[in-house]
Nanobody, 123 residues
Framework: QVHLVESGGGSVQSGGSLRLSCEASGLTVSRSCMGWLRQPPGKGREGVAS???????VYADSVKGRFTISRDDAKNTLYLQLDNLKPEDTAMYYCASDCMSSLRLHRRGYRSWGQGTQVTVSS
């Protein structure tokens, strides 16, 4: 059974940085297609970034150049580095696994989910 636990969220000012972590069990991160998605207040869940088993990454246009997805194979952990944060980045951020290659930035493309970690950016 896949178990994903996110951490690292918090409250920061515009322009600040955070690093989100997702500890995984029940799967091998380096062999899985995984991603980060977020759900802003009052909106639907949207894809942010994804990394597949060969290390290929994709990003939503809104975060390109500011967010970086990575993984630590030894720790079986997925990361999302968030830099130059903006108020519109405020959302609950979710780690997800077992994605479909054609839906890596869509919520329907993922099978397993973590509980989420809150990111709040103030202006």
């Amino acid at each position: 059974q896949v178990h994903l636990v996110e951490s690292g969220g918090g409250s920061v000012q515009s322009g600040g940085s955070l690093r989100l972590s997702c500890e995984a069990s029940g799967l091998t991160v380096s062999r899985s297609c995984m991603g980060w998605l977020r759900q802003p207040p009052g909106k639907g869940r949207e894809g942010v970034a994804s990394i597949d088993s060969v290390g290929s990454t994709v990003y939503a246009d809104s975060v390109k150049g500011r967010f970086t997805i990575s993984r630590d194979d030894a720790k079986n952990t997925l990361y999302l580095q968030l830099d130059n944060l903006k108020p519109e980045d405020t959302a609950m951020y979710y780690c997800a696994s077992d994605c479909m290659s054609s839906l890596r930035l869509h919520r329907r493309g993922y099978r397993s989910w973590g509980q989420g970690t809150q990111v709040t950016v103030s202006s």
